[in-house]
T-cell receptor
């Protein structure tokens, strides 16, 4: 079966711009989580969506937002980009939460 | 909230030797502990997990142990091979009721020397 698909794979944006990342979970998975991965901070939790509802949120500013659609696909939006937002953004899905994730390959965001 | 600490940050072993990575957690409500392997430029992949009602779990050369009293869990890799070289992350979660938020350790970069 298809894995977790993230698009695009790479993005270069300018400070102040906004960006939208997309994640399609494994078919049947209803929980989608987003993480930011940087060399210095490791894997930092952004938020989790389950059945179109945000169920958990990490400690990121309001510039980071997300949503989930009825088909479980999820999008993450970052507004007013800062240089420090450069990172690998990973999406992960699981059936219902409480079990192990399957990660996507990530979107590498570079802010210049 | 939960705090997961992981040690060591880097580990080098000779091929065929064993490798042990240790993690501690702070929240006694955590009940699910997965381990992920991330090779360079690739996605993290789940390699083994353990739930709080089990003390040990094995899968071929990989094993995980959990000590709930001491709030620590460890990954053991025996007969290491060069393809085991990667960054390993531990994580802790308190399960489904409050959502699926995993708290990750900072990672251990394992190098297996041929």
């Amino acid at each position: 079966k298809a894995g977790v698909t993230q698009t695009p794979r790479y993005l270069i944006k300018t400070r102040g711009q906004q960006v939208t990342l997309s994640c399609s979970p494994i078919s049947g998975h209803r929980s989608v989580s987003w993480y930011q991965q940087t060399p210095g901070q490791g894997l930092q939790f952004l938020f989790e969506y389950f059945s179109e509802t945000q169920r958990n949120k990490g400690n990121f500013p309001g510039r980071f937002s997300g949503r989930q659609f009825s088909n479980s696909r999820s999008e993450m939006n970052v507004s007013t980009l800062e240089l420090g937002d450069s990172a690998l953004y990973l999406c992960a899905s699981s059936f219902a939460g409480g079990d192990g994730y399957t990660f996507g390959s990530g979107t590498r965001l570079t802010v210049v | 909230g939960e705090n997961v600490e992981q040690h060591p940050s880097t580990l080098s072993v000779q091929e065929g030797d064993s490798a042990v990575i240790k993690c501690t957690y702070s929240d006694s409500a955590s009940n699910y502990f997965p381990w992920y392997k991330q090779e360079l430029g690739k996605r993290p992949q789940l390699i083994i997990d353990i739930r709080s009602n089990v003390g040990e779990k094995k899968d071929q050369r990989i094993a995980v142990t959990l000590n709930k009293t001491a709030k620590h869990f460890s990954l053991h890799i025996t007969e290491t091979q060069p393809e085991d070289s990667a960054v390993y992350f531990c994580a802790a979660s308190n399960g489904m009721d409050t959502g699926n938020q995993f708290y990750f350790g900072t990672g251990t970069s394992l190098t297996v020397i041929p």
